[in-house]
């Protein structure tokens, strides 16, 4: 079956700029996740989804960023007034109900800000 | 702060020998710990996971190992393969926080023929 799928997977944009991100999860994945990956380090936690809800948006580093999940399925990061420090490899990952511990990540999409 | 630590940015090892992977952590209410592998290019996979209340998980050739008076894990991988080689992450989930997994900055393993 077709796992975690992310889109763009590259992106360049200027600085000042907004951005979406978007992000299919595995069919029947309930909970959704996004981290965000700078060089040289792990993935860091950014926000989740149970449903449509977000139940944990403690990493979102300040009001610029925001994400949606209207249908419970795919979400979409948004980026205001980007900042060269966004720019990172963001990773969207998914998880089912009865195996929520695993978390299935896509491949990420490289964000740019020039 | 980095509450997750892999302080071995980088692992070679030769093929047919063990892979020893550490993992350190500071955060007593860490409950549930993973490890991850990363090739180039792609998302992080999950390799095993090991649950607070055991020692020690098996799984093939995997192998996680959990003290947590030391707070320390390792992931031993035997015999390692060259298709092991990639950057393997170590993460880890608060009590009662289930769905946030912080990570560590990961180790690099090369798998020399």
């Known amino acids: 079956g077709a796992g975690v799928s992310q889109t763009p997977s590259n992106k360049v944009t200027e600085k000042g700029k907004y951005v979406e991100l978007r992000c299919d999860p595995i069919?029947?994945?309930?909970?959704l996740y996004w981290y965000r990956q700078s060089l040289g380090q792990g993935p860091e936690f950014l926000i989740y989804?149970?449903?449509?809800?977000?139940?944990?948006d403690s990493g979102l580093p300040n009001d610029r960023f925001f994400a949606v999940r209207p249908e419970g399925s795919v979400s979409t990061l948004k980026i205001q007034r980007t900042e060269r420090g966004d720019s990172a490899v963001y990773l969207c990952?998914?998880?089912?109900?009865?195996?929520?511990?695993?978390?299935?990540f896509g491949p990420g999409t490289r964000l740019t800000v020039l | 702060d980095q509450q997750v630590k892999q302080n071995s940015p980088s692992l070679s090892v030769q093929e047919g020998r063990i892979s020893i992977l550490n993992c350190d952590y500071t955060?007593?209410?860490?409950?549930?710990f993973l490890w991850y592998k990363k090739y180039p290019a792609e998302g992080p996979t999950f390799l095993i996971s090991?649950?607070?209340?055991?020692d020690k998980n098996e799984d093939g050739r995997f192998t996680v190992f959990l003290n947590k008076s030391a707070k320390h894990l390792s992931l031993h991988i035997v015999p390692s393969q060259p298709g092991d080689s990639a950057v393997y992450f170590c993460?880890?989930?608060?009590?009662?926080?289930?769905?946030?997994?912080?990570f560590g900055a990961g180790t690099q393993v090369v798998v020399t023929p």
């Open positions: 955060n007593s209410m860490f409950d549930y």
């Open positions: 993460a880890a989930r608060r009590e009662g926080s289930w769905g946030k997994l912080q």
């Open positions: 090991i649950s607070s209340i055991k």
């Open positions: 990952a998914s998880s089912s109900p009865g195996r929520k511990n695993e978390q299935f």
């Open positions: 989804f149970q449903g449509t809800g977000a139940a944990d």
């Open positions: 069919s029947g994945h309930t909970a």
